[in-house]
T-cell receptor, first 109, second 116 residues
């Protein structure tokens, strides 16, 4: 079983839609949860991070962690064409990092 | 956040040759990481490079194939040796951020390698 599982998509939504991206993980020892955004031909950039269950909001982005279900989500409100990218979840114990395979998102104008 | 640059940004190489990838950070960092990113796969950690010590390699990666140098706190190189088409991938360096004690990483733009 992989440490982190992520649906690769691709996901295609119209501009203005709410996007939900999800990952599951296997080890309850994981403490820190991150989302990275990767534009084509660029390195991943840190989008959001959290270390507790619940929601964390940053503008149009909300990161949600449910430790009881080992499930993390990233919600994008009012999606824009500039949000078109691959989104990777990442989980760490603080020593070991595990990345999802990434979900490809296209926001259609 | 750290600003990371990599050279070259891309290269096309012949089988059996070697390529050295450079990673430069705009601030001093203790740990630098080298990853491989293949299509449809998650980022795979190759090794962790600390200044002044031997790099630590992950399972499936060996120093003879991926020698790493870390001469100072802002620079590292990864060499892909005796390349084969299976080495075609994006290679990324990253550094750990001290975000309020949390572990997270910042990545360079990547080096896109194609081996013919």
């Amino acid at each position: 079983q992989k440490e982190v599982e992520q649906d690769p998509g691709p996901l295609s939504v119209p501009e203005g839609a709410i996007v939900s991206l999800n990952c599951t993980y296997s080890n309850s020892a994981f403490q820190y949860f991150m989302w990275y955004r990767q534009y084509s031909r660029k390195g991943p950039e840190l989008l959001m991070y959290t270390y507790s269950s619940g929601n964390k909001e940053d503008g149009r982005f909300t990161a949600q962690v449910d430790k009881s279900s080992k499930y993390i989500s990233l919600f994008i409100r009012d999606s824009q064409p500039s949000d078109s990218a691959t989104y990777l979840c990442a989980i760490t114990t603080g020593n070991q990092f595990y990345f999802g395979t990434g979900t490809s998102l296209t926001v259609i104008p | 956040s750290a600003v990371i640059s990599q050279k070259p940004s891309r290269d096309i190489c012949q089988r059996g040759t070697s390529l050295t990838i450079q990673c430069q950070v705009d601030s001093q960092v203790t740990m630098m990481f080298w990853y491989r990113q293949q299509p449809g796969q998650s980022l795979t950690l190759i090794a962790t490079a600390n200044q002044g010590s031997e790099a630590t390699y992950e399972s499936g990666f060996v120093i003879d194939k991926f020698p790493i140098s870390r001469p100072n706190l802002t620079f590292s190189t990864l060499t892909v040796s005796n390349m084969s088409p299976e080495d075609s991938s994006i290679y990324l360096c990253s550094v750990e951020s001290g975000l309020a004690g949390l572990g997270s990483q910042y990545f360079g733009p990547g080096t896109r390698l194609t081996v013919l």
